[in-house]
């Protein structure tokens, strides 16, 4: 019991570090910076067999991820309605969701490589599915309709970008259905992890969403899975799928409405990789 308080004690202080660090950042950041994914957008693409890579090898999407993404698509799609996925990659988790018979599928998608291959595939004629290609940013903001499931997954971005697309839900999230994320939070380090997935947790509560992390043991230990990529993106032995959906309750505690950087670094982006957030 003590040895859980004490973790608990350290994970809440580690959480408000965070907060003040991220808002300091944020505060320091220059107003006239470019999109975080604008280089990332520009690089010529590789699908290498079991692997989406950019130009510097880095892994931008891997097939051990496909049972990771079948997870999320249960998370959103089971009712069977209105879904939108923000990132084909390999189209792991889009394939997931068509599975599962949608009323309609939308998938945003900004990398020209990539959709110039959901178009070779024919993901254009699918019935149902509608592409948007373009920056997320660009896209949604002036789209007039709601889902019941959203999913986000980029690559090139930071957690600034994450809780910019956090405020789009209150705009996008039908009443009922569920959202969810990739949780690359700082996922080199198990400690840091679970600071980033309370900050993650208290930022999407103060907008009046409750999270909950399902767990999910994965082994990616074997060298050979990372083979040819420049930076191994994932260390931990569990995942942890976050599955978010409105509630009335809107929490009164004193945690700062500020959300972190969480490692600065973009889920899959490569440079401190431990994928945090989006």
């Known amino acids: 019991r003590d040895d859980f308080e004490t973790a608990s004690l350290l994970l ?7 907060l003040i660090l991220g808002a300091a950042q944020r505060a320091g950041a220059s107003a006239t910076a470019g999109p975080a994914n604008n280089a990332f957008l520009q690089q010529r693409l590789s699908y290498d067999g079991e692997k989406l890579l950019d130009a510097d090898a880095r892994g931008v999407m891997m097939a051990w991820e496909g049972p990771l993404m079948r997870a999320h698509a249960q998370a959103i799609a089971q009712s069977q309605g209105d879904i939108l996925n923000v990132g084909f990659g390999m189209g792991l988790i889009d394939t997931a969701i068509q599975e599962l018979k949608p009323r309609s599928h939308t998938i945003v998608e900004a990398h020209p490589d990539v959709y110039a291959r959901m178009l070779r595939e024919g993901w254009g004629e699918k019935p149902g599915v509608t592409i948007l290609f373009g920056r997320w940013q ?21 957690y600034d970008d994450l ?8 705009q996008l999230l039908n009443r009922g259905g569920f959202y969810t994320f990739f949780n690359g939070l700082a996922a080199d380090n198990a400690f840091f992890h679970s600071v980033c997935c309370r900050v993650v947790a208290a930022e999407l509560s103060r907008q009046g969403l409750t999270t909950t992390f399902l767990p999910l043991p994965i082994n990616v230990a074997d060298p050979a899975i990372w083979a040819g990529v420049a930076l191994r993106y994932w260390e931990l032995d569990v995942y942890f799928l ?17 959300a972190a950087a969480c490692g600065s670094d973009a ?8 994928k945090a957030p989006q």
């Open 267 to 274: 889920a899959r982006d490569g440079d401190d990789k431990g």
């Open 163 to 170: 809780r910019e697309f956090h405020q789009l839900l209150p």
């Open 138 to 158: 660009d896209v949604l903001p002036g789209l007039d309709r709601q889902f019941d499931g959203i999913m986000t997954d980029t690559f090139g971005e930071y």
């Open 242 to 258: 976050p599955v978010c959906e409105w509630t009335d309750d809107v929490p009164t505690d004193d945690v700062p409405a500020d």
């Open 12 to 18: 809440d202080a580690g959480m408000r570090a965070e």
